[in-house]
C-alpha cells in the first residue's frame, strides 16, 4: 500500500426531499448565489421552482446562468465568472449532473485567479482558492458532487481538460433519487458506465496489498450490475435508483483509490473522443474500456483473472488464467452493450479518421496510464481494437 | 435505504513515517497543545521523542498530560479539562489508541462547558463546541481517530457512557502500521474484535434495500478476517499491519452504516460488562457478539444466511436456512477464539453475579439494539448464553 492523505469533508445529503434543504444549507455561505444549471429539464421536472422557492425562503438573492451543455464549455465559463466578479457573487449552487457541476467548479476557481481561466486547465496557471460551490445532483455519474476535480472542453481546438484542487470540492451536495425517476434509459447508461469506469480505473493498479480498497471496489462493481438493469427496465424503482445513485458517489469519493495508484488511462483517452465528437462521456468510456482492457490484461494477468472471478463470478481455471482473464473482459463488454452502451466507435458513428490525430493529441504531455504506460503506438492500438 | 446525512472531514494521513508531519498538521491551530497519552509505550518505542521533536520544530508549546488507562476515566478528564482551562490551550493532541482518543475527546468537549463534563454523559448536559483535537494513532481498533463519539468510564459507579458531536472528530489523523508492530497479540486481538463489531453492529439493520452497503460491509469483514492471523503471528507483516489499520478506520467512518440504522445492542451489553470488571473492550465485545447473534438470528434469517454465504463461504442450503445461519455464527465464534480471544464470560474470569445487575443498568434508559429490541429479560439472557 503506498502513503496517502485522504480527506473529503463534503456534506452528502441524501434521500427523499432533500431539495427542499437547499436554502438552509446555502444561506451558510451568504446571501448571494449563482444559481447554475443545463438545460430545461429541471424546469420542466419542477425541480427549478422547489429550489428557488426554498433559496427564497431564506432571503438569498438569486443570478442565473443556464446553458450548460454536456463536455462544458469554456466559453460558458467565462461568463459565469465575469457575472459573478460583477455581482460579488460568494457562492455558487449547480443544480444538475456532472457537465454542470465541473462548469460551477471552473467558475468557482476562475473568480479568484486573475488570467484566463483555461490557463488552469492547460498548465499555466495554478487554482489557489475557489469560490465554495453547493450542489443538487439529478444524474448519478461523473461523481462530481464529492470529487475536488473539474473537466472542462475548449472549443478552440476541442481540447478536453481537467483539473483539480481540494477547495474545488462541494461544500454540499444534495442527492434525492426520486429526482433520477426522469433520467432516459440512455442517459441511465451513460451515468452506470461512467461510474464503473471510476471504480475500474482505481482497480487496475500496479501496487499491491491493497486488499480491503480491491474487495470495497468489487462490492460496489457488483452492486453497480446488479442494480443497471432494473433502473433501465423499470425507471422509477426507488430502491434501485438509490443504490445507483450513492454507488456513483462512492466510486468517485476517493476511499475506493486509498493507498493505490489508479490508471486514469481510459479516462485521458476518452478525453480525446469525446472532445473532438462531442459524444457522451459514459458512452465513450464504453468503447474504451473494453479495447483497453484487451491490449493490457497481460501486464498482470492474475488481477484480471481476480477481476472476473470476484465481479463476475468466472470461475478460475488454473490451468488456463488467459481465459478466465478474457472472460471477464468479455462479460465487461457484454454487460455494457446490455445496456445500451456503444462498445465499437463505429456503433456511436464514429469512423477511423481521426485516430493518429487523438492518440497524438492524448499523448502528447507524455505517456498515459500507470498501469499500463501508454504511448502514442499504444493509443492508436487501443483506438484501433475499438473501431 | 434510509434518508441520510453524511459527513466526516477528518484528515487522514497513512503510512510510513507520517508521524513525522504532527508538528506542521498541529500548528494550523495554535502554539499551544495538549498531549495527551497513555503509559509508557509510546516512551519505550520511541514515538514520543518523535512527537515531540515535531512539535518543537513547529515552535509549538506543550502541555502535557498521560497516564490515560483503558475503558478511560472521568476523573483524568476532569484534570485535562482544568489543565487547559488554566493555560488557554486551543489544540489538544491525542497520540495513542482509542482510549486516548477518547479522553481527548471529553476534555475537548468539557473545556466549554460550564458545568461538569460527566454531565455531556448522562444525558444533563449537551456537547456544544469542542476544542479541535489531532490523534496519531497506535492501536488500530476504536474508529475514534475519525469518529463523532466518545465513551467514558465513571468511577463513581462504575457507569461507561458515550456522547458525540460533530465538532468532536479529529481534524487530522496520523496512521503509521509500522507503528502497531509492537503491540502484543492480545491487544491485536481486541482491536480486530472491536473493528469487526463496529461493522457487524452496522450490518444487522432491519433497513431493506441497502445492497452497496452491505457489500462493503462484507468485503470489509472478509479482508479483517483473512489479515487477522497474519499479525498474530507475524507482527512486524506490514501489508497486513496496514490492512487491519486502515480496515479498522472504514469500518467505523460511517461510509459503512449509510442509509441503514444500525444495532448497536452487543456495544451498549458490552459497556455494562466492562464497567464493571474493567476487560478490554474487545474481549467484552468477543464474548456478547456471538450469544447476541445466537439469541436474534431468528429475526431475520435471512440476513444472517448471507452473512453466513458472503462473509464465511457457507454454502446456502435452501432447505436448511437455519443450518446455514447457525454456520455462520459458529464460524464468527471460532474465528474470534481462534485469535486468542474469550468467547464467554468464564474464559475472562467472570461469573454470572452480576448478570442482573449489568442488565438492569443496560436498560434504564430503555431497551438496547435496534435490529431487535432488547429489554432487561433479554439482556439476561444474552448475558447467560455467554456464561
Not at 58 to 66: A, R, V, W
Not at 127 to 148: Q, R
Not at 282 to 306: C, E, S, T
Not at 336 to 360: F, N, Q, T, V, Y
Request: glycine letters at 10%.
Amino acid at each position: 500500500m503506498e502513503n496517502f492523505v485522504f480527506q473529503n469533508g463534503t456534506k452528502l445529503i441524501f434521500g427523499k426531499d432533500t431539495e427542499k434543504l437547499v436554502g438552509q444549507e446555502s444561506v451558510v455561505y451568504g446571501k448571494k448565489l449563482l444559481l447554475h444549471y443545463g438545460g430545461g429539464s429541471i424546469k420542466l421536472s419542477g425541480l427549478y421552482d422547489t429550489v428557488l422557492q426554498s433559496l427564497t425562503e431564506q432571503g438569498i438573492e438569486t443570478f442565473e446562468l443556464g446553458g450548460v451543455k454536456p463536455n462544458p464549455r469554456v466559453c460558458l465559463v467565462r461568463e459565469g465568472i465575469k457575472l459573478c466578479k460583477e455581482n460579488n457573487i460568494g457562492f455558487i449552487l449547480a443544480v444538475g449532473g456532472g457537465s454542470v457541476i465541473d462548469s460551477a467548479k471552473a467558475i468557482a476557481a476562475g473568480v479568484n485567479y486573475d488570467g484566463d481561466v483555461w490557463d488552469l486547465f492547460n498548465g499555466k496557471g495554478v487554482v489557489k482558492d475557489c469560490l465554495p460551490i453547493g450542489t443538487v445532483l439529478t444524474i448519478p455519474a461523473a461523481g462530481s458532487e464529492t470529487s475536488n476535480g473539474t473537466v472542462i472542453t475548449n472549443e478552440d481546438g476541442l481540447y478536453k481538460r481537467s483539473t483539480s484542487h481540494n477547495t474545488m470540492r462541494p461544500k454540499f451536495s444534495i442527492l434525492n433519487p426520486i429526482l433520477t425517476f426522469t433520467l432516459p434509459a440512455y442517459q441511465t447508461a451513460c451515468g452506470i458506465t461512467d461510474m464503473m469506469a471510476h471504480i475500474l480505473e482505481r482497480y487496475f493498479t500496479n501496487e499491491k496489498n491493497v486488499e480491503l480498497t480491491d474487495r470495497l471496489c468489487e462490492g460496489a462493481l457488483r452492486t453497480i450490475i446488479n442494480n443497471a438493469q432494473v433502473v433501465i427496465q423499470d425507471p422509477t424503482n426507488s430502491a434501485a435508483r438509490a443504490e445507483i445513485m450513492w454507488s456513483g458517489t462512492i466510486a468517485h469519493n476517493d476511499i475506493l483509490g486509498t493507498g493505490r495508484i489508479g490508471d486514469w488511462g481510459s479516462h485521458d483517452i476518452e478525453h480525446e473522443i469525446s472532445g473532438i465528437y462531442d459524444i457522451a462521456h459514459g458512452a465513450g468510456l464504453a468503447i474504451v474500456f473494453p479495447a483497453w482492457m484487451k491490449y493490457v490484461y497481460k501486464h498482470d494477468i492474475n488481477r484480471f483473472v481476480q477481476f472476473a472471478n470476484r465481479v463476475w463470478d468466472v470461475e478460475i481455471d488454473l490451468n488456463n488464467l488467459e481465459k478466465t482473464a478474457l472472460a471477464g473482459i468479455r462479460k465487461t463488454e457484454k454487460f455494457l452493450s446490455s445496456i445500451g452502451m456503444p462498445i465499437r466507435l463505429k456503433e456511436a458513428g464514429i469512423g477511423d479518421e481521426h485516430i493518429e490525430e487523438m492518440s497524438k493529441k492524448g499523448t502528447e504531455k507524455g505517456p498515459l496510464g500507470n498501469f499500463a504506460k501508454l504511448y502514442e503506438t499504444d493509443v492508436i492500438k487501443i483506438l484501433n481494437l475499438a473501431k
